[in-house]
């Protein structure tokens, strides 16, 4: 096809124009045509990454206002657009494309959630600043790739340290995302399911006798053999949670503190998925 590779954009030298329009808007009256090479100026301008020309005091670059943070947000974006085509190609059989492909996919999984819910759960635990405790949480997670909805049931027993609380009953409602979960996956569910191994802390205000209010966050490691690359290292998938406490227990008013450290268990089950969700 003779088509010429500027990274974030395919250019056809016999059209004399690129084959997709520019994300950025350039500068300019002739700008406002993104499918245009270099303000159709190609003997004084080239534009080696396909957002912006390399003259910096050219009206399509910008003019001479342009800062060296919009150049560094506009390569950035350009790296991006370069990888997510090779991830494409990489898809389509292409497999020479296929390193940098799984540069996005790692890049991009460790960073952003795929997962994203909301969580409610009660709790029990006993003992004298090291006690032990059990959990029953459920939550509804929400894939914005494919569109569904799952929900999963999660019971755990765990460890606690900290301000003793010798017997105590709490309620839990909050927020929580998951994180290394591939983006091509078709299914999220197996990786929301299986053992995990959670680790959290909590502070909690109990201004009258008896109840209290508080706040946690945790973590759970999934321990179903899946994991994610991040920095040249194997992880786990994870979850990060954060969650308000109401909690009863038969201490005087103050502030209490721990952590805590456990096994749970979850199971998932998809209860809905949006038909018209684009794919």
Not at 5 to 19: I, K, N, V, W
Not at 44 to 53: A, E, F, I
Not at 246 to 271: A, E, Y
């Amino acid at each position: 096809m003779g088509l010429m590779d500027y990274h974030a954009r395919f250019y056809s030298p016999y059209l004399g124009r690129f084959t997709q329009p520019d994300t950025i808007t350039p500068g300019g009256p002739q700008g406002l045509n993104r499918f245009s090479y270099v303000g159709n100026n190609p003997v004084n301008l080239n534009d080696p990454t396909g957002h912006r020309v390399v003259s910096p005091c050219s009206e399509m670059a910008g003019g001479c206002n342009v800062t060296q943070d919009i150049i560094n947000s506009d390569n950035i974006k350009a790296t991006y657009f370069r990888q997510r085509t090779d991830f494409l190609l990489c898809k389509a059989g292409n497999e020479l494309r296929c390193s940098s492909a799984d540069t996005l996919v790692n890049n991009t999984t460790s960073q952003m959630p795929r997962v994203v819910g909301v969580t409610y759960g009660n709790s029990t635990q006993i003992g004298d600043a090291a006690e032990v405790g059990y959990y029953n949480q459920t939550s509804y997670y929400f894939d914005w790739i494919q569109g569904d909805l799952y929900r999963v049931r999660t019971q755990g027993a765990y460890l606690y340290a900290g301000t003793p609380t010798f017997v105590s009953k709490s309620f839990s409602i909050g927020t929580s995302t998951y994180h290394g979960i591939p983006l091509d996956a078709k299914q999220v569910g197996p990786f929301l399911s299986g053992f995990n191994l959670d680790l959290g802390g909590s502070g909690s205000l109990q201004p009258i006798p008896v109840v209290g209010l508080g706040k946690g966050r945790s973590v759970s490691y999934a321990l179903n053999g899946n994991s994610v690359a991040r920095n040249k290292y194997e992880l786990p998938i994870y979850s990060n949670q954060s969650a308000y406490n109401l909690s009863f227990s038969p201490t005087p008013p103050g502030v209490s503190f721990g952590v805590q450290g456990g096994l749970s268990s979850s199971d998932v089950s998809k209860i809905y998925s949006i038909s018209w969700w684009p794919k």
